[in-house]
């Protein structure tokens, strides 16, 4: 059975830093692409940050530069490094991982930016 495990979310300032991490279990992480989403209240879920099979990661517009999207293989765990965070990077943040035909979804971490 495959499971992701999101976990670091929490409150921090405006300005502030936080890094999440999807542990996978029931999978070979290397295989899949794990991408990071996130879901403010009343809108879409939004594509985030992708690490790819090949280490290489990709961002939306919206994170480039204060965001940073690893993998660590050994570990089954894909990493998200959030900088210089703003209020509307508020949002429930999602875990995804597929390839092969198969997608999975993690429980989300919630992410709240206040002062």
């Known amino acids: 059975q495959v499971q992701l495990v999101e976990s670091g979310g929490g409150l921090v300032q405006p300005g502030g830093s936080l890094r999440l991490s999807c542990a996978a279990s029931?999978?070979?992480?290397?295989?899949?692409?794990m991408d990071w989403y996130r879901q403010a209240p009343g809108k879409r879920r939004e594509f985030i940050a992708s690490?790819?099979?090949?280490?290489?990661?990709n961002y939306a517009d919206s994170v480039k530069g204060r965001f940073t999207c690893s993998r660590d293989n050994a570990k089954n765990m894909v990493i998200l490094e959030m900088n210089s965070l703003k209020p509307e990077d508020a949002a429930v943040y999602y875990c995804?991982?597929?390839?092969?035909?198969?997608?999975?979804w993690g429980q989300g971490t919630q992410v709240t930016v206040s002062s």
């Open positions: 995804n991982v597929w390839g092969h035909g198969e997608d999975y």
């Open positions: 690490s790819t099979l090949g280490g290489s990661a």
């Open positions: 029931g999978i070979i992480s290397s295989n899949y692409v």
